[in-house]
């Protein structure tokens, strides 16, 4: 019956580490499924302990760095509007400091030039320096550096 000891405290801490967090309790609760595994088999008390240690040491030395080191990677690909930062877009309506309209990637997008002092006249090509709320801020390919 001890195995069921372990999957008990298994259970308790995954849900601990659903509200927690922090990748250690639910290395435990993996942990104390090795014990209930060694305990089912029918090993005493002093292999289930060590199983646990090991198992514990396992995740804690080799586990949790690995997964917050992925965690801690910002995603390669931009999501959303993040992803047209950067873009070209053509002028569809002159486009001053305060309004004017683009193309960018098939769709119209209200837009602002980034320097207030510019004017784009339509046709020109620009690249998207920002996305503010809905509206695109330009800047002119031919006055890039």
């Known amino acids: 019956m001890p195995w069921f ?7 308790a801490l995954g849900v601990a580490e659903f509200f927690t967090l922090t990748l250690v309790l639910g290395l435990l609760a993996g942990a104390a499924l090795v014990a209930a595994v060694v305990a089912g088999v029918g090993i005493g008390l002093l292999g289930q302990l060590i199983a646990l240690a090991a198992a514990t040491a396992a ?3 080799l586990v949790r760095p690995l997964a917050l080191r992925q965690m801690a990677q910002q995603p390669v690909t931009h999501e959303g509007s993040d992803a047209l930062i950067g ?6 309506q002159e486009v001053t400091a305060t309004h004017g309209l683009i193309k960018l990637s098939g769709e119209e997008w209200s837009a602002r030039a980034l320097d207030e002092s510019l004017v784009i006249p339509v046709g020109a090509l620009v690249d998207v320096m920002e996305i503010d709320g809905a509206m ?5 390919r031919e006055l890039l550096p």
């Open 136 to 140: 695109a801020v330009v800047y002119p």
């Open 87 to 92: 873009r070209r877009a053509e002028v569809m």
């Open 59 to 61: 995740g804690l030395v």
């Open 5 to 11: 000891v372990w999957l008990l405290a298994a259970a």
